[in-house]
């Protein structure tokens, strides 16, 4: 009798321990979560002008800082054939457009062949890729480009359009000069930028 009783708990006990041991397999054998991902930091949100800055580092460019602005930055090309080119780009807040201009071309209030000129630039208008020249209301000539969505504009559409400008201005400089009378003592004279910062950027006029 006592035999059995000893028996029963021996068998009992390894009943139950072989239980445990299954349920514990059981759990070790479950599939585990992963623990959840960090939250990458958000990158802090560059500014206008801070934007264009960095976009003008990678395509070689320079920045004027005694004349530039929160929302103009007033930038060199850089020194290739031809000479440096200055460019403006302003971030026109109440049109939602990023502004390209050059200026330094000259001015048409004292030429004679005024009519010949505007024929030049609107030939030149339907021959360049991207922008146009114009001549604003102070009749002086300048050329633009304006990018809808400004804010958004990416390095590479930057890059072509600062580039091709550049490289514009470069080859149709000297001939719109040459043809308004501007003489070679005023070649190195400061391009007048107070234009792009007007609150209507300059329009188009036709001859």
């Known amino acids: 009798m006592k035999n059995n009783l000893i028996a029963t708990v021996l068998l009992g006990l390894a009943v139950s321990t072989a239980v445990s041991t299954g349920a514990f397999a059981q759990q070790s054998n479950a599939p585990q979560e992963p623990p959840p991902k960090a939250a990458k930091p958000t990158p802090p949100r560059l500014s206008f002008a801070e934007r264009i800055k960095q976009y003008l580092i990678r395509v070689g460019g320079t920045v004027d ?8 930055i007033v930038s060199n090309s850089a020194n290739l054939r031809g000479g440096k080119v ?9 049109r939602n457009l990023l502004g390209f201009y050059v200026y330094n071309f000259g001015s048409l209030k004292n030429a004679t062949n005024k009519q010949e000129v505007y024929k030049y630039l609107l030939e030149a208008n339907d ?11 102070d009749e002086d000539v300048g050329y633009k480009y304006l990018v809808s969505g400004g804010q958004t504009i990416s390095q590479a559409a930057f890059e072509m359009a600062y580039i091709t400008m550049a490289a514009v201005a470069r080859e149709r400089k000297p001939e719109i000069r040459k043809m308004i009378g501007v003489s070679s ?4 004279k400061p391009p007048d930028v107070k234009k792009a910062v007007e609150e209507k950027p300059p329009v188009n006029r036709e001859p």
């Open 127 to 137: 021959s360049i890729t991207i922008g146009s020249f114009f001549v604003d209301s």
């Open 65 to 72: 800082e005694s004349k530039s602005t929160p929302d103009m």
């Open 86 to 94: 200055t460019i403006v780009v302003v971030n026109d807040h109440r």
């Open 185 to 188: 003592e005023k070649e190195d």
